[in-house]
């Protein structure tokens, strides 16, 4: 298996190993996608193992956390500006820091163990069960809230 994202897309990590996955957006990257990683984020961080890029499991710390976070500020950067990806870097440092999502924010998942994660994500105080989304196939979303 090659490398792949670890949440993203029905090829990613979390589909290929729990068929559960974050949807794509047409743009790339929006408000919802953000959030919805970052609950994953949060809940490979409290089970203490993740996936790597070849969707071997890894032990999982809060310095990987971190690191996926600033990834993704770098990844909002291609998508939106300079300005989103210092907002959403700083946001994510907060929410690793809360342990959970403001109550504001979405998340959205996609695949035949969606409705089960959606309710791991809330037993475990990460999100309300209401924040979660459950989406079925059809392609990238054609949302944009950035």
Known sequence: ???????????SCYAVREDVYVPR??????????????ALILRDLRRGWSYDDYCNVMPFTKGYALQRVVWGGALAYTFTDKEVSKVLMELGREILESGRLPEWAPVLLEGSNAEKLAEELARLGVVTRDQVKVVKGGGPLRLSLL
């Open 1 to 11: 298996m090659g490398r792949r994202n670890k949440y993203i897309g029905p090829e």
């Open 25 to 38: 957006v047409d743009s790339g990257l929006n408000e919802s996608t953000f959030f919805s990683v970052m």
